[in-house]
């Protein structure tokens, strides 16, 4: 966590507040453009061959091409996925949940160009077999999406709140950590039975979660129930009811942010710090002590 925070000290003031709702956005545009010409998107995605040869906006738009197709189960996944989202940036700060998620989204990129150099050095011959070496990367390249991405969002918040019980096809009661083995038992079972190519997709999409875990070491140091969650929020609306309007200035050691620029945060000292280190809610619990 030390480099994390370190990280934070100096970048958090450009962490995306509510990413999760912007990720949802981009979707939408996807669906939209989708509908005015489906063959539109086939200028989006993450074609590593393309972007050598100049189309170097792949990189980006990647993450508007949808998931899947819309559809009521379509829109009810995008809902779960946002809520669980919300739900780990309110837990671990905005900051931590930016990192988990464009690592994310570094590691398929850097994937998608080791699937390109796989395929250059030992697959030439299959260049013929689908018609040409461009029509041949258009095809992988659909396999790069933000599907293991979404995936890596449950599987964190699994690991998070272990506890949460969830209506499984909204009946059946279940934790949502039993979901989540359900989950890498099918990623399991999807990696064994792939090709090369399709191994790296998983591989990449998923390894901001080994990567972030090992980083955090001990599955993050700052995980709190949902109830301690809830009671903090609680604690924040009381407190700020009570804040005279001269409340004197508070100041994050961790992060920089004040109780001037962000009047809804609680600003707290650490009994545990040698010295009158105070922290705003996010890093009050994620902090590493000062002896």
Known sequence: M????????????????????????????????????????????????EILHGQIWRIFTWILVPPSDLGIFTIITLYFYYSIGSSLERTWGAFLYNVYLFMGMIFTVLG????????????????????????????????????????????????????????????IPIKVKWMGFVYVALIVVDFIQSGLVYRVVIGASLLNFIVFFLLTRSGLAMRMSPKQVKRRHVYRAEVRKARPQSAAKHKCAICGKTSDEYPELEFRFCSKCNGNYEYCQDHLFTHTHVN
């Open 2 to 49: 030390n480099l994390l925070n370190k990280l934070e000290r100096k970048l958090g003031k450009y962490a995306i507040s509510n990413i999760s709702l912007y990720l949802i956005l981009c979707y939408g545009c996807g669906y939209l453009l989708e509908l005015i010409n489906p063959y539109f998107l086939n200028y989006l995605t993450l074609n590593p061959y």
């Open 112 to 171: 998608s160009f080791v699937v390109f150099a796989i395929c250059q050095i030992s697959m030439q011959e299959v260049f013929v077999f689908y018609g040409g070496i461009e029509n041949f990367y258009a095809m992988i390249a659909q396999y790069f999406s933000t599907y293991y991405i979404n995936m890596s969002i449950f599987l964190a918040f699994a690991m998070t709140f272990p506890d949460v019980q969830v209506l499984l096809m909204f009946i």
